[in-house]
């Protein structure tokens, strides 16, 4: 029930085109959804993140899309280029018990943008 | 430079041995976590700490020690370490519970 399901495991697409990065959980005690980009050699930084009581959420080329009833969020990156190459990690955060704030991730996408 | 700074970046030891992963970040954040990244497991918390002397365990803390005497460090010990451990760490630290969390830039640890 604490699982984040991640898919694809790795995507290919041309630049221009726009990947899309699917999530799945079973918690409704999640309360808050980030997504996370990390380059090789870095740590995971956050991306855009979105609350439940939200459908959508645009930060530049970078959208999520929430479907509380399916209980399932998606990553959509528009015209994608080479620099998004990176690994891509969804997460849903805990509010409950003691363990408020602590972050379930997914076990990630790796993104290549081809020229 | 403000931020969270992990210390080494890269270490190999041997089965057996102790190995300690500095974490140390300046900006007072109450919170402060460790993960471990693995292929096909993505990052899962070994430990976590939301204030100076009080830390918890995550999803996988077997074989692992932690402290943290002041806010703004938080080592992680391996006290013996075994190949299955052979991982990189991450730390992370965030301000209260709502807020974002924080990542260094890991530590890959190699044991033979």
């Known amino acids: 029930q604490q699982q984040v399901k991640q898919s694809p495991q790795s995507l290919i697409v041309q630049k221009g085109g726009i990947p899309i990065i699917n999530c799945a959980y079973e918690?409704?005690?999640?309360?808050?959804f980030p997504w996370y980009q990390q380059f090789p050699g870095k740590g995971p930084a956050l991306l855009i993140a979105?609350?439940?009581?939200?459908s959508e959420k645009k930060e530049g080329r970078f959208t999520i899309s929430f479907n509380k009833s399916a209980k399932q969020f998606s990553l959509h990156i528009m015209d994608s280029q080479p620099g998004d190459s990176a690994t891509y990690f969804c997460?849903?955060?805990?509010?409950?018990?003691?363990?408020?704030?602590?972050?379930?991730f997914g076990k990630g996408t790796k993104l290549s943008v081809k020229p | 430079d403000a931020g969270i700074t992990q210390s080494p970046r890269y270490k190999i030891t041997e089965t057996g041995r102790q190995v300690t992963l500095m974490c140390h970040q300046t900006?007072?954040?109450?919170?402060m976590f460790w993960y471990r990244q693995d292929l096909g497991h993505g990052l899962r918390l070994i430990y976590y700490?939301?204030?100076?002397?009080?830390?918890d365990k995550g999803e996988v803390p077997d074989g692992y020690v932690v402290s943290r005497s002041k806010t703004e460090n938080f080592p992680l010990t391996l006290e013996s370490a075994t190949r299955s451990q052979t991982s990189v760490y991450f730390c992370?630290?965030?301000?209260?519970?709502?807020?974002?969390?924080?990542f260094g830039d890991g530590t890959r640890l190699s044991i033979l």
């Open positions: 992370a630290s965030k301000d209260v519970s709502n807020q974002p969390q924080h």
């Open positions: 918690n409704t005690a999640f309360d808050y």
């Open positions: 979105i609350r439940p009581d939200v």
């Open positions: 997460a849903a955060r805990m509010n409950y018990g003691g363990s408020q704030g602590n972050l379930i």
């Open positions: 900006w007072s954040h109450s919170y």
């Open positions: 700490s939301a204030a100076a002397d009080i830390t």
